[in-house]
């Protein structure tokens, strides 16, 4: 069973590679939606709707095209759910409005994360999203270094004509000689550190399994260690550690035999509980180090989404998303030296907010399944193939982000989530499938004369 389970998290309908309609459309929805800031800055909010437009009508064309064959894709019941009661929420919404915007938004990537996995081989999904990410972390770097060395003065999105802003309104605040932190093309630095751990874990994880590291690929790692340096983001630092934590659980769990593999997982919680236990207890100390006493401020933000979400706690105020600024209650809700803040920056709490327990209840069915799929994936894959861990650390990454930001919930986090779910769910399925099918030759009694 180990050799099926090893296959199944590459799942195809009709495979695909980098350099195909498929695989350049893959890129181009990465691409966009993990930098969608960048093309705001350069081309206003105008300008990104029609890329946003020309993006989905492609997406359209694809799913048009093969359209019987996507009212099959493998979308988990639990994500449909949750996709479901982000609409429902319209019938109780406080700004029924903003809650179309934002389910249409909602839909519409998950829909086009739906289709990549639906169509392409997860092995081009995989080197989409790499080839994608250092698109990303390359423009970045050549973007800083065009601020610092041509223009030499902090750099505002084209949007924004205002008069001493503060440094959070800035596309680039021109720090690069001072060595960070660093925003990049994504104008979020945070961010741009995230994508640069995606990126480490794809290249590191491709490097290992071919047990050989190449000058193109070293070259990568290298560009992903600077930006995370150079962004000085404290939380991918955890995340970093967090990753390489269920990395190594993995690789230990999978040179185990099945027999031993309880007392490792009894093990593994044990010490997990005690680290977290740990790491709560001396969480003050622990930012203090990482230059973060207060969480960049997040504790004042989550006392007053908590605060908000206690008074409509069941339903929630209905599904927006991201804020919309100008929609009551988040029109000023949360402002911290001049800057107005849109997301609860944890996004269970998001969740909690706009859609009440029964939408917390829903997500963390949703994060459990394909957590609990991804980790199987992983443990059951073949000894010497770690590309099964991808998904796996992926989602690790995702989730550990989503204890302090609610990009989860969004744009270019948002649809790889949604690709993990449906990747993940369709290796369930086969796995059932080969589990029934080996179940049913072994009790087959042979024919007798």
Same mark, same amino acid.
């Given at each position: 069973? !180990?050799?099926?389970a090893?296959?199944?998290?590459?799942?195809?309908?009709?495979?695909?590679?980098?350099?195909?309609?498929?695989g350049?459309?893959?890129?181009?929805?990465?691409?966009?939606?993990?930098?969608?800031?960048?093309?705001?800055n #350069?081309l206003?909010?105008?300008?990104?709707?029609?890329?946003?437009?020309?993006?989905?009508?492609?997406?359209?064309?694809?799913?048009?095209?093969?359209?019987?064959?996507?009212?099959?894709?493998?979308?988990?019941?639990?994500?449909?759910?949750?996709?479901?009661?982000?609409?429902?929420?319209?019938?109780?919404?406080d700004?029924?409005?903003?809650?179309?915007?934002?389910?249409?938004?909602?839909?519409?990537?998950?829909?086009?994360? /739906?289709?990549?996995?639906?169509?392409?081989?997860w092995?081009? /999904?995989?080197?989409? @999203?790499s080839?994608?990410l250092?698109?990303?972390?390359?423009?970045?770097?050549?973007?800083?270094?065009?601020?610092t060395?041509?223009l030499?003065?902090? =750099?505002?999105?084209?949007?924004?004509d205002?008069?001493?802003?503060?440094?959070?309104?800035?596309?680039?605040?021109?720090?690069?000689?001072?060595?960070?932190?660093?925003?990049?093309?994504?104008?979020?630095?945070?961010?741009?550190?995230?994508?640069?751990?995606?990126?480490?874990?794809?290249?590191?994880?491709?490097?290992?399994?071919? !047990?050989?590291?190449?000058?193109?690929?070293?070259?990568?790692?290298?560009?992903? #260690?600077l930006t995370?340096?150079?962004?000085?983001?404290?939380?991918? /630092?955890?995340?970093?550690?967090?990753?390489?934590?269920?990395?190594?659980?993995v690789?230990?769990?999978?040179?185990?035999?099945?027999?031993?593999?309880?007392a490792?997982?009894?093990?593994?919680?044990t #010490?997990?509980?005690?680290?977290?236990?740990?790491?709560?207890?001396?969480?003050?100390?622990?930012?203090?180090?990482?230059?973060?006493?207060?969480?960049?401020?997040?504790?004042?933000?989550?006392?007053?989404?908590?605060?908000?979400?206690?008074?409509?706690?069941?339903?929630?105020?209905?599904?927006?998303?991201?804020?919309?600024?100008?929609?009551?209650?988040?029109?000023?809700l949360?402002?911290?030296?001049?800057?107005?803040?849109?997301?609860?920056?944890?996004?269970?709490?998001?969740?909690? #907010?706009?859609?009440?327990?029964?939408?917390?209840?829903?997500?963390?069915v949703?994060?459990?399944?394909?957590?609990?799929r991804?980790?199987?994936?992983a443990?059951?894959?073949?000894?010497?193939?770690?590309?099964?861990?991808?998904?796996? @650390?992926?989602?690790?990454?995702?989730?550990?982000?989503?204890?302090?930001?609610? !990009?989860?919930?969004?744009?270019?986090?948002?649809? =790889?989530?949604?690709?993990?779910?449906?990747?993940?769910?369709?290796?369930?399925?086969?796995?059932?499938?080969?589990?029934?099918?080996?179940?049913?030759?072994?009790?087959? !009694?042979?024919?007798?004369?």
């Amino acid at each position: 069973m !180990r050799e099926v389970a090893s296959t199944l998290v590459l799942p195809t309908a009709r495979g695909s590679d980098l350099r195909s309609p498929a695989g350049v459309l893959s890129t181009s929805l990465f691409v966009f939606t993990f930098a969608g800031q960048a093309v705001r800055n #350069l081309l206003d909010w105008q300008g990104f709707v029609a890329v946003a437009a020309l993006l989905a009508a492609v997406a359209l064309v694809v799913f048009w095209r093969h359209r019987r064959a996507a009212l099959h894709a493998g979308a988990p019941v639990s994500l449909l759910s949750f996709l479901l009661l982000c609409a429902l929420s319209l019938l109780w919404s406080d700004y029924e409005w903003a809650t179309i915007l934002g389910v249409g938004i909602q839909w519409v990537t998950a829909g086009a994360a /739906i289709l990549m996995a639906r169509f392409d081989r997860w092995d081009t /999904i995989q080197h989409a @999203l790499s080839h994608a990410l250092r698109i990303i972390l390359g423009s970045s770097l050549l973007f800083e270094v065009f601020v610092t060395v041509v223009l030499d003065a902090p =750099l505002l999105p084209v949007y924004l004509d205002v008069e001493s802003p503060p440094g959070a309104y800035y596309w680039s605040e021109n720090l690069l000689l001072e060595l960070g932190p660093i925003q990049g093309v994504v104008g979020n630095r945070n961010l741009l550190a995230f994508l640069a751990l995606l990126s480490l874990v794809l290249t590191v994880v491709g490097s290992v399994e071919r !047990r050989r590291i190449d000058r193109r690929e070293l070259c990568w790692i290298a560009v992903a #260690l600077l930006t995370m340096a150079l962004t000085r983001s404290a939380t991918v /630092i955890l995340a970093l550690a967090a990753v390489a934590i269920v990395g190594l659980l993995v690789a230990t769990i999978r040179r185990l035999p099945a027999r031993r593999r309880g007392a490792a997982y009894l093990t593994a919680l044990t #010490l997990l509980s005690i680290g977290v236990t740990a790491c709560w207890a001396s969480a003050h100390s622990l930012l203090s180090v990482l230059g973060r006493t207060d969480a960049s401020g997040r504790t004042a933000i989550w006392r007053t989404v908590a605060d908000l979400a206690g008074q409509e706690p069941l339903i929630g105020w209905g599904w927006i998303s991201y804020w919309a600024p100008w929609v009551p209650p988040f029109d000023g809700l949360i402002v911290i030296d001049g800057v107005e803040y849109l997301q609860a920056h944890n996004a269970l709490l998001d969740i909690w #907010l706009q859609l009440g327990v029964v939408g917390v209840a829903v997500a963390v069915v949703v994060a459990a399944t394909v957590s609990v799929r991804t980790w199987r994936i992983a443990s059951d894959g073949l000894p010497g193939v770690p590309r099964t861990a991808v998904p796996l @650390l992926l989602l690790t990454a995702l989730l550990f982000q989503s204890l302090t930001e609610s !990009r989860l919930l969004i744009e270019g986090n948002w649809m =790889l989530f949604v690709v993990l779910c449906c990747v993940a769910s369709t290796a369930a399925r086969g796995r059932a499938h080969s589990e029934a099918r080996h179940d049913a030759l072994a009790t087959k !009694r042979p024919l007798t004369l």
